[in-house]
């Protein structure tokens, strides 16, 4: 027997969220026709609002409302720091768990030749007119410690250097709260090559 | 720091989803405005459409797109056979797993006093009326195996007897492809009891 028609195209169009299956999509139907007809219609208008109104902030490519996003715009962070990250996500991240006071730029990606991911489609020559206006002092390597990120990080790492502006990067390490036994062998083994004098 | 409004509120909208929660509906969002933004256009239409088209059956109360879904309005199914069943989703399972060609009824959820659901919530009168037409010879009690899905199925049950029509409830017992050393005491118990000769 088939889906009433209405119902099917509701289950294959919620198939496009990220870890949503048949089953969960029949669920979430069932779910939103019966219990929540309200929240699902604003959720309609949520997909609305937001695909037609978010856009990428011209600074630094992280989502916003605006032409300029909020930190860009703000006034009391300190505009000689950036921070160079792959995602929005990451900026939220780090935002909310560190003291970071500084601006950032959002890559949206990292360098990946083979997808045809190059210095264009990260937005570089923006980030390197940023570079040449000479406010910023350090720029901090945010990527994530992955085979690609650790690339686009000594990239990075190169225009600055060119350019004389002091590049860091995060510590990789043990994460707090782990056990060593548990830590994957890459992890140790950079952590021990980035071992510090205790104070 | 706080997301982008548009952002935030589709988030907030997504936790309407079953099973959604802080973390996938940001994952969410982003997917979508970042990959997917025609599939998230799609997706509003889709619950738009779904919320405003979608209505229940006017003899069996499934889900269906016209006034009479299309399993009440079929010639080819047998009119004496009713399964009464809880949700929609069951009709799809029955429909979808075993031969049964007859037709449905869906309670859309059970007897729960403590919750005020009571027979009229469920649609019994409906039922009723069809039971009273004549044309029924059984009625299938295919209400979920749980305390409240056992008593609406022992009310069904009586008002079938008043009637003299033939009330049969689905079997219970042991799963297909599982160990008994598995299997809760329970369901062990109604196997046993409802043991049956070898053929």
Same mark, same amino acid.
């Given at each position: 027997?088939?889906?009433?028609p209405?119902?099917q195209q509701l289950?294959?169009?919620l198939?496009?969220l ?8 029949q669920?979430m139907?069932?779910?939103l026709l019966?219990?929540?007809?309200d ?18 902030? @011209? ?10 996003c909020?930190i ?5 962070r300190n505009?000689s720091l ?7 996500a990451?900026v ?8 970071f ?6 890559l949206m990606g990292?360098l990946?030749p083979?997808?045809?991911i190059?210095?264009? @489609?990260?937005g570089?020559r ?12 350090e720029?901090?390597l945010?990527?994530?410690p992955?085979v690609e ?6 990239y990075?790492a190169?225009?600055?250097?060119v350019r004389g ?7 990789h390490?043990?994460p707090?709260?782990? @056990?060593? @036994?548990?830590?994957d062998?890459?992890t140790?083994s950079?952590?021990f090559s980035g071992?510090?004098?205790?104070a």
């Amino acid at each position: 027997m088939l889906y009433t028609p209405l119902l099917q195209q509701l289950m294959d169009a919620l198939r496009c969220l990220p870890g949503v299956g048949p089953k969960s999509a029949q669920r979430m139907s069932f779910h939103l026709l019966e219990r929540k007809p309200d929240a699902a219609l604003a959720l309609a208008k949520a997909l609305e609002a937001a695909v037609t109104g978010v856009r990428h902030c @011209e600074r630094c490519r992280m989502l916003t409302d605006k032409l300029i996003c909020e930190i860009c715009a703000s006034t009391r962070r300190n505009d000689s720091l950036l921070c160079v990250v792959e995602t929005p996500a990451d900026v939220y991240a780090i935002d909310s768990a560190t003291s970071f006071g500084g601006k950032y730029f959002v890559l949206m990606g990292h360098l990946s030749p083979l997808d045809g991911i190059g210095p264009e @489609e990260l937005g570089l020559r923006q980030l390197e007119s940023r570079l040449d206006a000479g406010d910023i002092t350090e720029m901090i390597l945010a990527t994530n410690p992955t085979v690609e990120g650790e690339a686009t990080a000594h990239y990075l790492a190169e225009l600055a250097r060119v350019r004389g502006i002091r590049a860091t990067r995060i510590a990789h390490g043990v994460p707090l709260g782990g @056990e060593l @036994e548990f830590v994957d062998g890459g992890t140790l083994s950079h952590a021990f090559s980035g071992r510090r004098d205790v104070a």
